[in-house]
């Protein structure tokens, strides 16, 4: 009986010290997210919402701030600090994303055609992708991030 409780004890460890957790969606309630989020986390998260523009806390975060951005629902690593630029927007701007970090959908909601962002991992939405706007940029994209559904976590 002891054997087995260290071997399924190491086996749990070992799946923990590796990404193989972050390949599949984590799966909560909605009763589970309601207790982690606060209700405009949820609502943007959980049910697609927008902040107010102008309304979130990283909108004026200088992009000279060190550290790393992640999804406020599962703690998931989404942006560098150094791919951040002021956009004025009303929204935190970003020209990429950490590789893999972000899926993106056909969202024709509200009579647009756009690209969605959710995290990877929790499947929470985090705003939508713009191309082609003529930012001075890596990759001439806007990642326009609610405030709400990011951590940021300094270096």
Known sequence: MIRSQTIRRTIV??????TISKRFI???SEEEWRAILSPQQFRVLRES?????????????????????ECVGCHQPLYKSSSKFI??????AFYEAIPGSITVNRDT???MV????????CNGHLGHIFKGEGYDTPTDARHCVNSISLKFNPK
């Open 13 to 18: 460890q070992s799946i923990n010290r590796t």
């Open 26 to 28: 984590m799966s909560k």
């Open 49 to 69: 919402g927008t902040e107010t523009p102008y309304s979130g806390e990283y909108t004026k975060t200088p992009a000279t701030a060190q550290g790393v951005y």
């Open 87 to 92: 956009a004025h927007c009303g929204w935190p």
């Open 109 to 111: 909601s509200h009579g």
């Open 114 to 121: 756009r690209e969605e962002m959710r995290c990877s991992n």
